[in-house]
């Protein structure tokens, strides 16, 4: 591996997945250095979940190659999985679980030397220790937004791929949820978050639009209000869909 194939937390070519013959994702490039944050933006059923899903190794791509933190996609989805932290779209922890239990419970999964350790750690880190006991069901959306993030952080990962993990949580969770991913991106984790939010892409170091399953934009927002001759983000979204969809719809 070369030194500047090193520095890439991800790069991977031409990914492609069909669906009953439909491309959802199609030829979809992606490079991403370490340490950075990526914001990545589309329309509904744009294709961000299933790029999301083959980079973490949760699904196969049936074409298209690459590596994530240097390890082959494809033959080493098993090791990838291992060293990339995933918070998907819809909680999944488990509501009649307290958040100790949940952290535990995710730290058994991970088989994490230990645990008790690990676990007061993840509640430090994440401001829960003081609701620690407290049912998962029972918490506010930013609450079990940071329960999520902090079972997605346990096992040390050092890619995080976060799919709208914002969605429906108030500005001032928000707020703070981008706060810990700047803090964490600062040492050292790479970000690749999926959002509807403009002032979450503004925070964003380098952005990705998508549409039809295709690539319309990739850098920094400079590059990308450029590339769509816009004057800002939201307004580079709708250009940029628009456009997308006299060419591919
Ligand atoms: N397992 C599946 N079987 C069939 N179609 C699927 C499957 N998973 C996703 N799709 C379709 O693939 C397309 C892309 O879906 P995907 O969830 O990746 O989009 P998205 O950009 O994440 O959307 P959203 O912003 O709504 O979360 C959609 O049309 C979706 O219906």
Redesign the pocket.
């Known amino acids: 591996m070369t030194d500047a194939a090193a520095e890439l937390a991800i790069d991977v070519r031409g990914l492609v997945k069909r669906?009953?013959g439909r491309a959802?994702?199609d030829q979809v490039s992606l490079r991403l250095a370490r340490g950075r944050v990526c914001g990545f933006l589309?329309?509904?059923?744009?294709?961000?979940?299933?790029?999301i899903r083959m980079l973490c190794g949760l699904l196969t791509p049936d074409e298209g190659e690459g590596t994530c933190l240097g390890l082959d996609m494809r033959r080493e989805a098993a090791a990838i999985k291992r060293q990339v932290g995933y918070m998907t779209?819809r909680f999944g922890l488990y509501d009649d679980l307290s958040i100790r239990e949940n952290l535990d419970f995710v730290a058994r999964l991970f088989e994490l030397p230990q645990r008790r350790v690990q676990v007061d750690a993840a509640l430090d880190r994440l401001g829960l220790a003081s609701r620690q006991q407290q049912l998962a069901g029972t918490l506010s959306g930013g609450w079990k937004q940071r329960l999520a993030l902090a079972a997605a952080l346990l096992h040390r990962p050092r890619l995080l791929l976060l799919?709208?993990p914002t969605a429906g949580v108030d500005p001032k969770a928000r707020r703070e949820f981008w706060d810990e991913i700047h803090r964490l991106a600062h040492e050292g984790m790479t970000v690749l978050v999926?959002t509807?939010y403009m002032d979450e892409a503004a925070r964003c170091d380098e952005l990705v639009y998508?549409a039809y399953?295709q690539v319309l934009a990739q850098g920094s927002a400079a590059q990308v209000l450029a590339t769509a001759g816009a004057t800002d983000l939201e307004d580079a979204f709708v250009r940029l869909v628009a456009r997308a969809k006299d060419n591919f719809a």
């Open positions: 669906y009953g959802v994702v589309g329309p509904n059923g744009s294709g961000k979940t299933t790029t779209q799919d709208e999926s509807h998508i399953g």
